[in-house]
């Protein structure tokens, strides 16, 4: 299923991470250090990394600012997917993307379903691009963390996965912006 072609170059892509709570601090951020210790584990730089409240006008702002850096090509962010009152993030993210990946929420709902069951329903999980950026916003809980990223997106940003990984395409992402 997963095939690494240990011939290639491994290419590091730069993440930075938010952490979208109104109960989370540095302290207690076990799903944002749970996702920073992967994706350094995994040989990628964390180039930021930030916890949110919970409201997307400031969601929205943060995305803003990191889609406008050259030094960040990817975006992932923790918590704030679900369907209570608070949980705001993918109304943030749709404000911001240009392109919506469909396939990610429905990937990781369909590999969420085999260890939690009908209750992944219950998830928002979002991905797309924006300003050539990647976005992807994972629930917040430490083991939805570690799925999205152990499942999906460890590979699909690894430059050496085959047939195709979103690494190869970044430098085209920017290619509907005019010069």
């Not at 892509?13 to 584990?41: F, K, Q, Y």
């Not at 679900?82 to 990946?101: H, N, W, Y």
């Not at 379903?113 to 994972?138: C, D, E, N, P």
């Not at 963390?145 to 430059?159: C, H, K, M, T």
């Amino acid at each position: 299923m997963h095939r690494i072609d240990e011939q290639a170059i491994f290419l590091p892509v730069n993440i930075a991470i938010a952490t979208i709570s109104d109960t989370r601090v540095a302290e207690n951020d076990s799903s944002g250090d749970t996702l920073a210790a992967l994706i350094i584990t995994a040989g990628h730089h964390l180039t930021a990394r930030i916890i949110l409240e919970d409201d997307a006008s400031i969601i929205e702002h943060q995305l803003r600012n990191w889609t406008a850096r050259t030094d960040i090509d990817v975006i992932i962010t923790t918590g704030g997917t679900g369907i209570t009152g608070r949980d705001v993030t993918p109304e943030a993210f749709t404000r911001v993307l240009d392109k919506t990946i469909e396939g990610f929420g429905e990937l990781f709902r369909m590999l969420s379903y085999q260890k939690i069951g009908t209750s992944t329903i219950q998830s928002r999980a979002i991905g797309g691009v924006a300003a050539g950026t990647y976005l992807f916003a994972l629930p917040g809980s430490t083991g939805a963390v570690r799925d999205g990223w152990e499942e999906i997106l460890r590979y699909q940003l690894d430059s050496r996965h085959r047939p195709c990984n979103l690494v190869e395409l970044i430098p085209r992402l920017r290619e509907h912006v005019v010069k």
